[in-house]
């Protein structure tokens, strides 16, 4: 019985250990690119942190002690995307959105239409914000995919 609560003990601090070596990063970034990376990084688990909080039960949410966690990296996400704009690596861009589908009638199937088509593009496009205007779309993302969005977004 001693040995069970032994390997119980080392099993959640191997836990713990993991958990900390995936959410601290190595070190501050250096240049634009690294930066980019962590800010995606801390806008994800930001997110994925404020999923678990929202599908953990209120009795459970009220004893979790990690309430500012997910507040923490998606203000460090903030801070490393207002840097990047500053920096020119983002940059914000208006697209207009040619060759809809007849079956696109209002702002949120702009939005889900759009969001399709900029998966297509790239991985990281969930991270990159928008929002829809009458005919186009708002939207932060790098430089170097202006091109690749503009035409992803008005090719059907």
């Known amino acids: 019985m001693k040995s069970r609560k032994v390997q119980i003990i080392?099993?959640?601090g191997l836990?713990?250990?993991?958990?900390?070596?995936?959410?601290?990063p190595a070190g501050e970034p250096s240049?634009?690119?690294e930066r980019y990376r962590q800010m995606i990084?801390?806008?994800a688990w930001g997110w994925r942190l404020v999923g678990m909080e929202l599908r953990l039960p209120r009795c459970v949410n009220n004893l979790w002690p990690l309430k500012k966690l997910p507040d923490h990296y998606l203000v460090r996400g903030a801070v490393h995307k207002d840097a990047l704009l500053r920096s020119g690596y983002l940059t914000n861009?208006?697209?207009?959105i040619t060759n809809q589908p007849p079956r696109?009638?209002?702002e949120m199937s702009i939005a889900a239409e759009a969001g399709r088509r900029l998966k297509l593009v790239s991985t990281d496009s969930e991270f990159w914000p928008f929002h829809v205007e009458t005919n186009g779309l708002q939207?932060?993302?790098p430089s170097r995919d202006i091109l690749r969005i503009r035409r992803a977004l008005q090719t059907p």
Not at 15 to 24: D, E, Q
Not at 93 to 96: D, N, Q
């Open 10 to 12: 080392m099993v959640g």
């Open 15 to 24: 836990l713990a250990v993991v958990a900390a070596w995936m959410l601290w």
């Open 31 to 33: 240049t634009d690119e």
């Open 41 to 43: 990084h801390d806008l």
């Open 93 to 96: 861009i208006s697209v207009v």
């Open 104 to 106: 696109i009638i209002n």
């Open 139 to 141: 939207m932060t993302c």
